[in-house]
């Protein structure tokens, strides 16, 4: 990985004020503050004092594992945040919930830097509440100094043979979609009786797992505590610089390919900050440093392009997955309030 080669294309890009060369407002007399909430591990705080040195807002920062335990916050009042970057059915959830304001795209000239493939999508179709930050797969990161064959398949994650070294999603909806997909089901299924199936699938499993886990993957694989994982392509890129014997597949069975989107609360305190910081977000030399930090593919198509350049073949092939990957991947959807209502349920029984 190039990495320091584009370290350093970052940094000619950021003279003073280029930032926002490309349209973006300098929030010419703007002050207050802005108060995000992301996922952990999902953006270089570095950015955050250039913001505040060229606009005068302050960046109040906080951060999620999940969206569900996102969801559970907005729910009880979004506890005064300001910006937040929840997944595709997630956002479809809350739209269809009032809970996101629309945003005014005046304020985010850069949206037009956002590639066309992260516009109009099922989960805001009218673009009218989330502006796209970051695109990936899920897959399996194994310890190759652990796990002398080649993994290709959901099924490690159920073999006995790596018992007390797996760990899994710990939250339902992830879970489950991996134990759908191993099944040969959808992951957006409503059919109770294929959820049912992969919750006793699940169910068989968990005497076997070592932990569920969110962030905490980093430190299991990186230091060889756990041997076999399922997680984020951006993430395994940053976790293989510091432990080599990591390796990345995508199982044949199908996976998860998701985007991550930038929106305002319908609560928001601070709306038009909002907007000014989605909009040096969504900046080309922005996405440029957060894909630099993260190893996420940006939806801005300019920083997309120039970043692609910098990989090796194999960092580009888990970083932007091919479109075989993509056409035998399947976004998350906004289930009906019963299919949820029966994934909360079967949850609970689980972790019981």
Same mark, same amino acid.
């Given at each position: 990985?190039?990495?320091?080669?584009?370290?350093?294309?970052?940094?000619?890009?950021?003279?003073?004020?280029?930032?926002?060369? =490309?349209?973006?407002?300098?929030?010419?007399?703007?002050?207050?503050?802005?108060?995000?909430?992301?996922?952990?591990?999902?953006?270089?705080?570095?950015?955050?004092?250039?913001?505040?040195?060229?606009?005068?807002?302050?960046?109040?920062?906080?951060?999620?594992?999940?969206?569900?335990?996102?969801?559970?916050?907005?729910?009880?009042?979004?506890?005064?945040?300001?910006?937040?970057?929840?997944? %595709?059915?997630?956002?479809?959830? #809350?739209?269809?919930?009032?809970?996101?304001?629309?945003?005014?795209?005046?304020?985010?000239?850069?949206?037009?830097?956002?590639?066309?493939?992260?516009?109009?999508?099922?989960? %805001?179709?009218?673009?009218?509440?989330?502006?796209?930050? #970051?695109?990936?797969?899920?897959?399996?990161?194994?310890?190759?100094?652990?796990?002398?064959? +080649?993994?290709?398949?959901?099924?490690?994650?159920?073999?006995?043979?790596?018992?007390?070294?797996?760990?899994?999603?710990?939250?339902?909806?992830?879970?489950?979609?991996?134990?759908?997909?191993?099944?040969?089901?959808?992951?957006?299924?409503?059919?109770?009786?294929?959820?049912?199936?992969?919750? %006793?699938?699940?169910?068989?499993?968990?005497?076997?797992? +070592?932990?569920?886990?969110?962030?905490?993957?980093?430190?299991?694989?990186?230091?060889?505590?756990?041997?076999?994982?399922?997680?984020?392509?951006?993430?395994?890129?940053?976790? +293989?610089?510091?432990?080599? %014997?990591?390796?990345?597949?995508?199982?044949?069975?199908?996976?998860?390919?998701?985007?991550?989107?930038?929106?305002?609360?319908?609560?928001?305190?601070?709306?038009?900050?909002?907007?000014?910081?989605?909009?040096? #977000?969504?900046?080309?030399?922005?996405?440029?440093?957060?894909?630099?930090?993260?190893?996420?593919?940006?939806?801005?198509?300019?920083?997309?392009?120039?970043?692609?350049?910098?990989?090796?073949?194999?960092?580009?092939?888990? #970083?932007?997955?091919?479109?075989?990957?993509?056409?035998?991947?399947?976004?998350?959807?906004?289930?009906?309030?019963?299919?949820?209502?029966?994934?909360?349920?079967?949850? =609970?029984?689980?972790?019981?």
């Amino acid at each position: 990985m190039k990495r320091i080669l584009i370290v350093t294309l970052v940094f000619c890009l950021l003279l003073p004020a280029a930032v926002f060369a =490309v349209g973006c407002s300098r929030g010419e007399g703007a002050a207050g503050v802005v108060n995000v909430h992301n996922w952990g591990e999902y953006i270089d705080e570095s950015i955050f004092r250039i913001f505040e040195r060229e606009t005068g807002i302050k960046v109040n920062y906080s951060t999620f594992e999940t969206n569900e335990a996102l969801y559970s916050l907005m729910r009880r009042g979004g506890a005064n945040i300001d910006v937040i970057i929840p997944s %595709d059915y997630m956002i479809a959830r #809350m739209i269809e919930e009032d809970m996101l304001a629309e945003l005014d795209f005046s304020n985010i000239p850069n949206f037009s830097l956002i590639d066309e493939r992260y516009k109009g999508l099922g989960y %805001d179709p009218g673009d009218k509440f989330s502006v796209a930050y #970051m695109t990936g797969t899920v897959g399996l990161i194994y310890n190759s100094s652990k796990i002398s064959e +080649q993994i290709g398949s959901w099924s490690a994650l159920f073999d006995s043979s790596y018992s007390g070294q797996i760990l899994m999603f710990d939250n339902p909806r992830d879970a489950f979609g991996i134990a759908l997909k191993y099944l040969g089901y959808s992951l957006n299924t409503v059919n109770e009786t294929e959820i049912l199936e992969a919750y %006793d699938l699940l169910a068989a499993q968990r005497p076997i797992l +070592q932990a569920y886990v969110m962030d905490q993957i980093f430190d299991k694989l990186e230091s060889g505590e756990a041997w076999i994982g399922p997680y984020y392509a951006g993430d395994f890129l940053v976790m +293989q610089e510091n432990n080599p %014997d990591l390796r990345f597949a995508r199982p044949v069975e199908g996976t998860n390919y998701f985007v991550d989107a930038m929106c305002i609360p319908s609560a928001a305190a601070n709306k038009t900050n909002a907007e000014i910081f989605i909009n040096f #977000m969504a900046s080309t030399e922005i996405a440029l440093m957060n894909m630099e930090y993260i190893m996420y593919a940006s939806a801005n198509f300019e920083a997309a392009e120039i970043f692609a350049e910098e990989l090796d073949p194999d960092d580009y092939s888990v #970083m932007f997955a091919s479109y075989d990957v993509l056409a035998n991947s399947e976004v998350y959807a906004h289930l009906p309030r019963n299919i949820l209502e029966l994934y909360d349920e079967l949850w =609970v029984e689980l972790k019981r």
